[in-house]
C-alpha cells in the first residue's frame, strides 16, 4: 500500500485470523508499554518493548524478509515463531 508516497507493508494474508487478532494484541500491548516507558523514562523497559513491537509486526509480515519472497512453511514457521515468542514473554512478565 502507498500511502502519501510512502510504501506501507500489509500484513501478510496467509496469516489465519485468529493469529493475527493475538498477534495484534501482543502489538497493541507492546505499543502501549513503549508509551509508559518513555514517560518513565524507562530506558530499558522502552528498549523491550520495542523489541516486541519489531516481533510482532515481523510475524505478522510486516517487517523482515518479504511474505511474498517466502515459501509457506518459511511463513509459517515466521508468525508461529513470533507469536511463541510474544507468549512466552507475557507468561514471564
Do not use: C, F, Y
Not at 506501507?8 to 501482543?26: F, G, I, Q, Y
Request: proline share 3%.
Amino acid at each position: 500500500m502507498i500511502l502519501n508516497g510512502r510504501r506501507w507493508r500489509a500484513t501478510d494474508p496467509k496469516v489465519p485470523e485468529e493469529v493475527v487478532a493475538r498477534l495484534r494484541s501482543h502489538l497493541m500491548a507492546a505499543r502501549r508499554a513503549v508509551a509508559a516507558a518513555l514517560r518513565a523514562q524507562d530506558t530499558e523497559a522502552e528498549r523491550a518493548a520495542r523489541t516486541r513491537v519489531h516481533t510482532a509486526k515481523v510475524a505478522l509480515g510486516e517487517r523482515g524478509t518479504p511474505w511474498w519472497d517466502q515459501e509457506e512453511t518459511e511463513r509459517r514457521a515466521r508468525w508461529s515463531d513470533g507469536l511463541a515468542a510474544l507468549d512466552e514473554g507475557t507468561d514471564r512478565g
